[in-house]
């Protein structure tokens, strides 16, 4: 925090108190410069920062460059859902999905099978991206393979989305729809299924004409299922790869600015190989393993909200510029 006397230094530790500290280098706020104290939800007990002095300058260089310099990379799943709601997980849109009366038996077993095979890979923090990685791949390769021949109306997926009605993050719908109205882009960036994605979405108003998601398609031969009609699987720890396609190349070529959103380690890196961005500020969203994970989440993420189910944080700075 920048004071009239000096630059405070907050120190977090896990459980969220602070140690304080003081650079006594004369350090005087530019004019019109946002401090802290315009962002009283950064103080929360829960927001953890590893350099609050370097988040605060990404954050102006943000709201100095308006609007029209800024774009919205976001996941979906438990990102812009909810991680649980009273202490129960949220399903994940492929969860979701298994809720459709069309699947057969074999599909929803096998599916669960592989969900506890690979989930705890997905998040267990001693395991490197590149284990990960390969994993996850191996998981959508067989998710893949699992769904050919099932005979599917794609409209139940609409019929679902309505059971979902509390499912997006407090918040969700009034973001996306001061970003609509301010005609700033949202790329939803999935690796779960983009059918879903899509319905949920709509079901809540906030598909916009703004909102492009990148995700997992169904692909239908007649009335069946042939797996995923996308050339490359999405998994949790390749979208920086599919970052580079033409899809988001042409939403991103001239917003320079990105508020990123996620909730693994895998998300802090979807923008990672695209050439024209000038500033991102990361946030990240964790719940499970927190003593564990906090300190990777904070080596990737500029701020990560634990056990946060809503928008505020993000809210709280887009508001200044929307």
Known sequence: MVGEFGKLVFHRSVIGTFALSRDFTLSVPMKNEYTFDNFPALKLKHVHMKDEVAVLKTINAILQGGRNNLQIVTDFDLTLTKQHIDGKHVLSSFGMFKKSKQLPPRYTDESIRLYHKYRPIEIDPHLSLNEKSNAMFDWMIAAHNLL??????????????????????????????????????IVVFSAGLGDMVEAILKFHNVLFDNVKVISN?????????????????????????????????????ERHNVLLMGDTIGDADMTQRIENIKTILKIGFLYERVEESLDSFMEKFDIVLVDDQTMQVPMEILKNIL
Request: hydrophobic letters at 35%; glycine letters at 6%.
């Open 217 to 253: 398609f169904l692909k239908y031969n007649g009335n069946k299922l042939e797996g995923f009609k996308n050339d490359v699987f999405i998994h949790t720890f390749n979208k920086n790869e599919y970052a580079l396609t033409k899809d988001y190349q042409e939403i991103s070529e």
């Open 148 to 185: 050919k021949g099932i005979e599917f109306n794609s409209l139940e997926l609409e019929e679902i989305a309505q059971t979902f009605d509390n499912i997006l993050r407090d918040g969700t719908v009034d973001v996306f729809t001061k970003l609509h109205t301010v005609d700033v882009p």
